[in-house]
Structure formats: structure tokens, C-alpha cells
């Protein structure tokens, strides 16, 4: 704390905050107390309520500013409740893929487990190729994008899952985006907000997506609601339960939830009084808890996992001791855990990547790392290499796997004969290859071949 000239003592805080002059070991108490019960979704919901800007939207397109892809009841929606007891849209059918470049490239056992699960579930869905990456890994790592270029960025995606019905000779607005990524994820919402508070922001991005054929009616498209893979798992828990076929009863899990997903719009994150008795973010735990998985609470569960986009970059070795000294080593040894699951692309490579790192400096830690939706496919019998992927993954899980009585050597063998399939050009697909064809402007359909009569 430092003083002004006149003696006046500035601490950042409010009026209300007084010095408890609490020194040594007092201090250390009273430090462990808050941290033990300190309730943290009390701490965000006693603050000034936030404005709820989908509020803003639809005086914009009231005032015939934008165009909204609304959830529409052919989308089947399941409405949750968000941190201030605001209800969200959660589309369940008919649904366009978002895909995560740090998934594909990095995990791709996630995005493939949560096509699985949909294919067991009778989900209809597009996991079309006209996507870009969101490009917010660029802007918060390095500082090098902006606002409007990412905004350019997020219209013209969700303009493409609007019209994507195009290829199938549906309407616009059949399939809504589900973002797979967690960065994705909180990115689009902050940049939804400056671009529904920001009429300059508007007018620029008008501009370039008109250049594209990205407008509706001359309009930007708004989406209804920005909705996360782990929304879509939440709101599907008890259908996937009823699919399960391994008893997970017996196994420990501590769960991260990403900053990106529930940190950064934190208005919009779903809790529920069922979860946690409603005082964390809902998605994962609730799954989890649905599943029969016991899901152990640890006093670091708030902490970011250390990537931070600039960490990773820059201090990557605060990143790699972060992830362990303060994720993993409180899980394996205070919660004594066997697994941690988390729900998004850079979560998930930090705390399965770096444990290598532990090894080498004499902090062994062996904490099987995945997704959400990667142990709910375990679960329900998916595959652990063909579906999982697991291979791809540096974190040991071959005692989890005994763990949930999966016979991992029988089923690395299988892969290994697979893999000679895939080289011999046999391969299987996940779905029917139609459901990647790709649409929009500028699209023309394949011709048709008519056979001739002989």
C-alpha cells in the first residue's frame, strides 16, 4: 500500500473495506478461513447487476439496425438459468459445428467424442468446412488484432451457420452454432456486446461484410444466444446417462473451469441449484454428477490453469509451474483425485502437456487430463483410441481406464490393426461426408448425373 503526500492511504478499494492490521500468523488464518469459504458466484452477484444486452439487441433490431438468428422451437430448446437468474436458450437439434483449431490440431479425440455422443443421441447436425478460426488466441497472446477484425471475424462465421442449410435446399436459420472452444466461446460474447453498444463498430464491420456477402437485408446478423458445446452436454446430461455402460461410481474427479467459459461474460454462464448447490458454474459438474462420477471439491478449483494466452507465449515456464504447483499437485495429493476434466482447448493442453515438465524438475505429477465430453463418451462405450484418442494425450491414463474397467491393451492392439485399415485406404467416417459440404455465397451445387436409358 502506498501513501500520498498528505497522508491519505490508498488501498484500490472501496469505503467499505477497512485494514484488519492483522500481521503473521493472524494473517495466514484469517487468509485460509476466506479462502475456505468464500462463496464465489455471492461475490459476482453482489455486485451492481450488469445489463443483460440482449436487452440492446432487440431494440436494435426493433430499430432495424440488425437482423437476429433466433433459437426457434425446431431447435428444441432446453431454457437454464444464468448467473443472475436470467433464462438462456440452449438449442439441442439441428445444430452447426464450431470447430476449435487448437482441438483439431492438438486434441481431436474432443471434437470427435462429442460428434459420437450426437450420432448415439440422433442429433441432427452440419459439421460443414466454411470456418474460420475466431483468431482471439492471436489477439489476447500478441496484442497484433483488434476489435473490428475480430468482430469481422465472429459475424462472418455465424452469418456462414445461418445460411449453411443452403446445401441440404434448406431455409436460413435451420442450423445454429454451437462453438466447441472456450475461447471462441467468451470472445464472441465480448465482442456481441461492444458490437451491440458500439454503433461506429458497427458501421466499420458493415462495411467489409457487405464486401464478403455476409449482410441480411443489408443488416449485420446478431445471434439470439452464443452457446458452448458444455451448454449443449448440460442440458443433454440425463439423456447421455441413461446411454452409460460403465460404472463410474468409483472414480475421483476434480473439475477446472475455464476462465473463457464462465470468467469472462460471467453473467452468461448457467448455475443451477442442483449443481453444487448452484454456488459454481453448472456445465461439466452437473454432467459429471449425472453420470455418478464424484466430483471432489479443491481449494484451487477458482485458479486459472495457467495458460493465459501471453503466459504460454512469453513466461511459459510460470504457465507449466502454475499448472502444476497450483492445479495438479492440489488434486492428485489434497483431493487425491483421479482425474481432472475440463471443458476447453487450452485448458486441456496446458494441464495434459506440461506434466512432463514436473518429472524433469524432481514435482512428478500423474493426473489423467480430458474433456467433458471425452470421459462421457468413456462412458457410454466410445472407443478409448478410435473415438477418445487418447494416444494423443501426454497425461497417463491407462490406470484411470483400469479404473472404469476398460481393457486398454486389448483396445490399443484393435487401434493398432485399425491403423493398418486406414493405411489400405479403409477408413471409417464419423457420419455421412454430405454433412461437411459447403454453402454460402457464392456456392454452386454439383451437378446432377441423370443416367442415359441404354
Not at 441449484?273 to 471439491?297: F, K, M, S, Y
Request: proline letters at 4%; one cysteine or more.
Amino acid at each position: 500500500m502506498s501513501n500520498s503526500g498528505d497522508g491519505t492511504r490508498f488501498t484500490g478499494h472501496g469505503p467499505e473495506w477497512k485494514d484488519s492490521a492483522l500481521e503473521g500468523a493472524q494473517a495466514r488464518a484469517a487468509t485460509q478461513w476466506v479462502e475456505a469459504h468464500v462463496d464465489r458466484r455471492a461475490m459476482l452477484t453482489s455486485k451492481d447487476r450488469v445489463e443483460d444486452v440482449r436487452d440492446v439487441m432487440w431494440q436494435l433490431e426493433k430499430d432495424g439496425e440488425i437482423a437476429v438468428h433466433r433459437v426457434r422451437d425446431e431447435h428444441a430448446p432446453v431454457t437454464v438459468k444464468t448467473l443472475f437468474g436470467w433464462d438462456k436458450k440452449i438449442p439441442t437439434t439441428q445444430l452447426w459445428h464450431h470447430k476449435s483449431c487448437g482441438q483439431c490440431g492438438n486434441i481431436p479425440g474432443y471434437p470427435t467424442s462429442v460428434l459420437w455422443l450426437m450420432n448415439r443421441l440422433g442429433t441432427r447436425y452440419l459439421d460443414e468446412t466454411d470456418q474460420t478460426s475466431c483468431t482471439a488466441w492471436n489477439y489476447h497472446g500478441s496484442g497484433i488484432g483488434n476489435v473490428e477484425s475480430l468482430a469481422c471475424v465472429f459475424l462472418r462465421n455465424f452469418h456462414q451457420a445461418y445460411v449453411s442449410g443452403k446445401a441440404q435446399g434448406l431455409a436460413d436459420g435451420h442450423f445454429y452454432p454451437l462453438v466447441h472452444c472456450g475461447t471462441s466461446f467468451g470472445n464472441y460474447k465480448e465482442i456481441r456486446m461492444f458490437l451491440l453498444h458500439s454503433a461506429e463498430l458497427r458501421e466499420r464491420v458493415r462495411k467489409v461484410l457487405a464486401k464478403l456477402g455476409r449482410l441480411v437485408d443489408g443488416k449485420l446478423l446478431i445471434p439470439e444466444e452464443i452457446v458452448h458445446y458444455s451448454e449443449w452436454l448440460h442440458v443433454m446430461r440425463e439423456p447421455i446417462a441413461e446411454m452409460r455402460t460403465i460404472d463410474v461410481s468409483g472414480i475421483r474427479a476434480t473439475v477446472h473451469p475455464a476462465c473463457h467459459v464462465y470468467k469472462m461474460i460471467p453473467e452468461d454462464a448457467i448455475y443451477d441449484d442442483q449443481v453444487l448447490e448452484g454456488n459454481r458454474v453448472a456445465v461439466t459438474t452437473g454432467l459429471l454428477q449425472a453420470l455418478g462420477t464424484q466430483v471432489i471439491d479443491y481449494e484451487t478449483w477458482y485458479d486459472c490453469c495457467g495458460f493465459g494466452f501471453r503466459h504460454i507465449i512469453s513466461e511459459r515456464e510460470f504457465t507449466r509451474s502454475f499448472a502444476i504447483d497450483r492445479k495438479l499437485r492440489v488434486a492428485q495429493e489434497k483431493a487425491r483425485a483421479d482425474m481432472m476434466i475440463g471443458h476447453d482447448t487450452g485448458c486441456i493442453t496446458t494441464l495434459d502437456k506440461n506434466q512432463w515438465i514436473g518429472k524433469a524438475a524432481g514435482k512428478e505429477v500423474r493426473m489423467p487430463i480430458m474433456a467433458d465430453c471425452q470421459f462421457a463418451a468413456l462412458a457410454c462405450g466410445a472407443d478409448p483410441y478410435r473415438i477418445v484418442q487418447l494416444h494423443w494425450h501426454a497425461s497417463p491414463v491407462e490406470l484411470l481406464l483400469e479404473k472404469m474397467g476398460i481393457d486398454w491393451q486389448a483396445a490399443k492392439a484393435s487401434f493398432v490393426e485399425y491403423l493398418e485399415q486406414v493405411k489400405a485406404g479403409k477408413g471409417e467416417s464419423l457420419y455421412d461426408p454430405r454433412l461437411m459440404i459447403t454453402s454460402g455465397p457464392g456456392f454452386k451445387p454439383l451437378p446432377v448425373q441423370v443416367s442415359k436409358p441404354s
